[in-house]
């Protein structure tokens, strides 16, 4: 069955900012995941990674800036993969009720997600205990 043309939402409206809030975010995620991966994989090295080095990256001299670069890269990923999963989900759930079941649920899982991210980032202690000592 084929699916008719989507009507173009009006200027302004919430679909257009949701929209572009995905493309501006989306290229920031892509500089902030490529920086990560390179600084933490080739300026650090993956051997080299511990404890240790989170407490130097969030409490160093340019601790505000990691926090901030952390914060940016959970709440961005994680919005953008539970936006492609309400895409997903629109695409093979037909019944109204259950899509926004599983949208709903979906957020509340995004939500929850970043709030814990946010929690670890911003209560972080170096005198915290590990589990791994």
Do not use: C
């Not at 809030?21 to 920031?28: E, I, K, P």
């Not at 979906?106 to 972080?124: H, N, P, R, S």
């Amino acid at each position: 069955m084929m699916r008719t043309a989507r009507q173009r939402p009006p200027t302004g409206s919430f679909q257009v900012m949701s929209w572009l809030f995905m493309r501006v975010t989306g290229l920031l995620l892509l500089v902030i995941a490529v920086f990560h991966m390179f600084w933490m994989h080739f300026i650090i090295g993956v051997e080299k990674i511990d404890f240790n080095t989170i407490v130097s990256r969030w409490t160093g001299p340019h601790g505000a800036f990691w926090r901030l670069f952390d914060v940016m890269l959970l709440t961005f990923a994680f919005t953008h993969g539970i936006n492609g999963a309400t895409n997903v989900a629109d695409d093979y759930i037909t019944s109204r009720g259950w899509r926004v079941v599983t949208r709903t649920a979906l957020w509340i899982l995004w939500f929850a997600l970043v709030m814990m991210g946010l929690w670890i980032i911003y209560t972080f202690r170096p005198d915290m205990p590990t589990p791994f000592k």
